[in-house]
């Protein structure tokens, strides 16, 4: 059986985590409505698409702030890995080189291939 967490043995969150609770709490807000949304009437396995395109989307977030606009520190970025706000292991995929040079090829490939037909 887990660990029953406390609420009064949380940490509070570092410093800058209100600049982006907000954005946080409308990834929140998407997650809940399509987990309670009814499951389409198509193969079982696409029933978690959306689910899975929100959490990609919130890691893809944090990632970004971090990474790219280096807006939020070290210590926040691993007190939001730490608290399941982003995937950690997706992010280390995005951290890999070349991963957006072969996305972007992909992505591009699959757009002119789409468009052909």
Not at 14 to 22: S, V
Not at 50 to 79: C, G, M, N, P, T
Not at 108 to 114: C, D, E, S, V
Request: a positive charge; hydrophobic letters at 35%; zero cysteines.
């Amino acid at each position: 059986m887990p660990a029953i967490r406390h609420s009064s043995k949380r940490k509070p969150p570092p410093d800058g985590f209100e600049d982006i609770e907000n954005d946080l709490i409308i990834f929140s807000n998407k997650m809940k409505d399509a987990q309670n949304k009814p499951p389409p009437s198509g193969p079982r396995h696409q029933a978690q698409w959306e689910i899975f395109q929100i959490s990609h989307q919130r890691s893809r977030y944090v990632y970004e702030l971090y990474y790219e606009k280096e807006a939020i520190s070290k210590k926040l970025y691993d007190w939001l890995l730490k608290n399941g706000y982003a995937d950690a292991m997706l992010i280390a995929k995005w951290k890999k080189q070349g991963y957006e040079k072969v996305s972007f090829r992909l992505s591009f490939l699959l757009r002119i291939h789409t468009d052909t037909i």
